[in-house]
């Protein structure tokens, strides 16, 4: 039963920003539900008649919820989705500019530069993997989730690289594996985000986030896989650029089309 109080303090706390102290609070609330049910059973209540009844023991909190809300500092809405979306996306970018430079100014090592994406990939890991478990921990089920997402993906990741780099011999292309993983891992980690409820108006970073590194990876794996079109194939940037603008220029009227057609 200490499982169905947490799915149900999950939910209730689901649109507030995340924090310890709400993390404390979440954890005194499941000690008292839980608390509360053992006294309703030992009274001879059924398990629903327990469950319902001890929700109902503990009274409105929302007020408690909403004090702790409004003094959590503004940095915590800076959670683990957008914090590990613009490190990725600028680590990534970086990562891609040394070792595309580092291999033109070397001319012909290409088959030994790809080393610098496999060391950048080893602490993106590292990184990732303090960063998930320290959000996993706090976030619970949804942290958790998204946590062993990103592991599946990176896992699967340097699998796919070596496995395709080894058989092919391929090492000037196979690097953008891990620009594809940025990503796909971003656009998973962004549905799952979606989904949990929370409402700290990340939806537009995120989407733009996507829109970013989506046209990154297209302009690099274009430019790459097909030989001859560098000159040509910047234009993506600037149609992922016009995709931007114009996702921003329907969000911004939607939101003020009041205002707009008023004329105000």
């Known amino acids: 039963m200490k499982e169905e109080f947490r799915k149900y303090l999950d939910k209730q706390f689901s649109s507030y920003k995340q924090s310890k102290a709400l993390s404390d609070f979440k954890e005194e609330m499941l000690a008292n539900l839980s608390d509360r049910y053992d ?3 030992a009274q001879g209540f059924s398990d629903k008649e327990s469950y319902d ?4 023991a503990v009274g409105d909190y929302t007020d408690i919820l909403k ?15 957008k914090l590990m ?3 990725s996306a600028l680590y990534f970018v970086l990562l891609v500019i040394v070792y595309i430079g580092v291999s033109f100014a070397l001319r012909d090592k290409w088959g030994s530069t790809w080393l610098i994406m496999l060391s ?4 993106y890991a590292v990184a990732a993997f303090v960063i998930g478990a320290k959000n996993a921990a706090v976030n619970q089920k949804n942290g958790r989730t998204r946590f062993l997402i990103l592991m599946i993906f990176l896992a699967a990741t340097l699998l796919a690289y070596f496995s395709v780099s080894f058989i092919t011999g391929a090492w000037t292309k196979t690097w953008l594996a891990f620009i594809c993983f940025a990503a796909l891992w971003l656009t998973a980690d962004s549905v799952i985000a979606g ?4 409402k700290s108006g990340g939806v537009r970073f995120r989407v733009s986030a996507l829109i970013s590194i989506w046209t990154v990876a297209a302009y690099l794996s274009v430019s790459v896989l097909v030989g001859g079109i560098w000159a040509y194939s910047w234009l993506i940037i600037l149609l992922g650029a016009a995709a931007l603008f114009t996702y921003y220029a329907v969000v911004s009227y939607g939101k003020y089309k ?3 057609k008023s004329g105000k």
């Open 258 to 260: 009041d205002e707009i």
């Open 53 to 56: 009844k001890s929700i109902e």
């Open 195 to 198: 989904r949990s409820g929370k």
């Open 67 to 81: 004090n702790i809300d409004a003094n959590t500092p503004a940095r915590t809405i800076w959670t683990y989705s």
């Open 39 to 41: 006294e309703f059973k």
């Open 85 to 87: 979306t613009s490190l």
């Open 120 to 123: 950048g990939g080893v602490l």
